[in-house]
C-alpha cells in the first residue's frame, strides 16, 4: 500500500490507567508506528482524545456542542504527545488541526497535507472534524478519502479484528476474516460509527480492523499480508475458519 490513514484510539497513549498520557505506552505506540513507516508506506494519522475526555459520558448537563469542543481539544494534546514520541524516534512529523492553533499545530489543509506524505513525513490529524456532532471515526474517514489513502486502518488493543459476539464474553465468538459494509450495518456491529461506515461504503474505502499491540501486524498489513479483518464495499462475508489458507 503506498498511502493510509491510522485510526488510533485516545486510550492507547494513557497505558493501564486508561487516563492521560503515560508516556511509556505513547513510546511503545510511537515504536510500531516508526517500523511500520520504515517500510515507505505514507501514513497519515488521526488520534481520539478519549483518555482526556468523551463528551456524552464527561459532559453532564454542558450543551453538547461544547463538550464535543472539548474533546477536540484533547485530540489535539495526545496529536502533540504521539508527535513528541515519534520524532524522539526520529520520525520526521507534523500535526494538523482542524480547529486553528497555530502556536502549536499547522491548520488542516489537503494540499499542504499530501506534501507533507509525499515528503515521507507521518502526518497526524487533530481536533475531529472541527465540528460538534461527528466522531473521530467520522474524522478517520473523511481525511482518508482526501488524502486519497488506500485504505482506512482501525488500530485496537488486544481485539485481532471484528467478531460476530463479544469474545471477552464469549468464548464461542467467532472473528471475521471479511465482512462487507452492509453487512456491518444490517448487524450493528462496532466497528466505528455509522456516518463513518457510510462515507467509507459510499466512496469504495476498504478498512482493516486489527491489533496494533500485536508486534509487527502494522508492517505486515502495510506489506500487503491479510491481518485482522478486512471490510470493503465488495467484500465476501466470512469468518476466519472458514478460510483454507
Not at 502526518?123 to 481525511?143: E, K, S, Y
Not at 461506515?197 to 500485536?214: E, H, Q, W
Request: glycine share 10%; hydrophobic share 45%; aromatic share 6%.
Amino acid at each position: 500500500m503506498q498511502r493510509v490513514l491510522l485510526k488510533l484510539s485516545g486510550e492507547f497513549l494513557a497505558g493501564p490507567t486508561g487516563f492521560g498520557v503515560a508516556p511509556e505506552a505513547t513510546s511503545a505506540l510511537a515504536q510500531e508506528i516508526r517500523t511500520a513507516h520504515a517500510s515507505g508506506t505514507q501514513l497519515a494519522l488521526v488520534v481520539g482524545g478519549g483518555n482526556f475526555w468523551r463528551g456524552a459520558k464527561n459532559g453532564g448537563d454542558m450543551d453538547p456542542a461544547t463538550a464535543d469542543y472539548v474533546g477536540m481539544l484533547g485530540t489535539v494534546m495526545n496529536a502533540i504527545a504521539l508527535q513528541d514520541a515519534l520524532e524522539r524516534q526520529g520520525v520526521t512529523t507534523r500535526v494538523q488541526t482542524a480547529m486553528p492553533m497555530q502556536a502549536v499545530a499547522e491548520p488542516y489543509i489537503r494540499r499542504r497535507a499530501l506534501r507533507h506524505l509525499e515528503k515521507g513525513r507521518v502526518v497526524i490529524f487533530a481536533g475531529g472534524t472541527g465540528n460538534p456532532f461527528f466522531t473521530t471515526d467520522t474524522a478517520a474517514a473523511l481525511r482518508a478519502l482526501e488524502i486519497d489513502a488506500d485504505m482506512v486502518l482501525m488500530a485496537k488493543n488486544a481485539v485481532s479484528g471484528v467478531f460476530d459476539d463479544d469474545p471477552r464474553v464469549n468464548a464461542q465468538a467467532r472473528q471475521y476474516a471479511e465482512l462487507s459494509y452492509m453487512d456491518v450495518l444490517n448487524q450493528g456491529l462496532a466497528v466505528m460509527d455509522a456516518t463513518a461506515i457510510s462515507l467509507c461504503m459510499g466512496r469504495n474505502m476498504p478498512m482493516t480492523v486489527f491489533d496494533i499491540f500485536t508486534e509487527g501486524n502494522l508492517t505486515r498489513l502495510l506489506a500487503g499480508e491479510h491481518v485482522g479483518t478486512r471490510i470493503a464495499t465488495d467484500a465476501q462475508t466470512r469468518f476466519v475458519d472458514d478460510d483454507p489458507t
